[in-house]
């Protein structure tokens, strides 16, 4: 059965750092980009955070995190994390992992979903 497996949030002071990691079940995701997106409470829509392709070689980032988060893989351990430094309260969501065959940006480039790990950020 296909899983990605969301950890690492938590509550955290404005200015403060968590990483997020997600772990997958298996090589079929070796070759998939990974990304994260998160959703604010009240909002209905998921927000693409960052993205890396299968190799590693090519991130993206959306523009309110650019300089904050930082997004790498491993390949033989099969997780992709999060890194996310001087967060602010407005980073506060649900993030979520997910998995595409394409490079997206977009969450409906997306097959496959974890289920979430809260990040509350406080002022």
């Known amino acids: 059965q296909v899983q990605l497996v969301e950890s690492g949030g938590g509550l955290v002071q404005a200015g403060g750092s968590l990483r997020l990691s997600c772990a997958d079940s298996?090589?079929?995701?070796?070759?998939?980009?990974k990304g994260w997106f998160r959703q604010a409470p009240g909002k209905e829509e998921r927000e693409f955070v960052a993205?890396?392709?299968?190799?590693?070689?090519?991130?993206y980032y959306a523009d309110s995190v650019k300089g904050r988060f930082t997004i790498s893989r491993d390949n033989v351990e099969n997780t992709v994390s999060l890194q996310m430094n001087n967060l602010k309260p407005e980073d506060t969501a649900v993030y979520y992992c997910?998995?595409?065959?394409?490079?997206?940006?977009?969450?409906?480039?997306?097959?496959?979903w974890g289920r979430g790990t809260q990040v509350t950020v406080s002022s």
């Open positions: 993205a890396i392709n299968w190799s590693g070689g090519a991130t």
């Open positions: 997910a998995a595409s065959e394409m490079m997206g940006l977009e969450s409906d480039e997306y097959d496959y």
């Open positions: 298996g090589r079929m995701f070796s070759s998939y980009t």
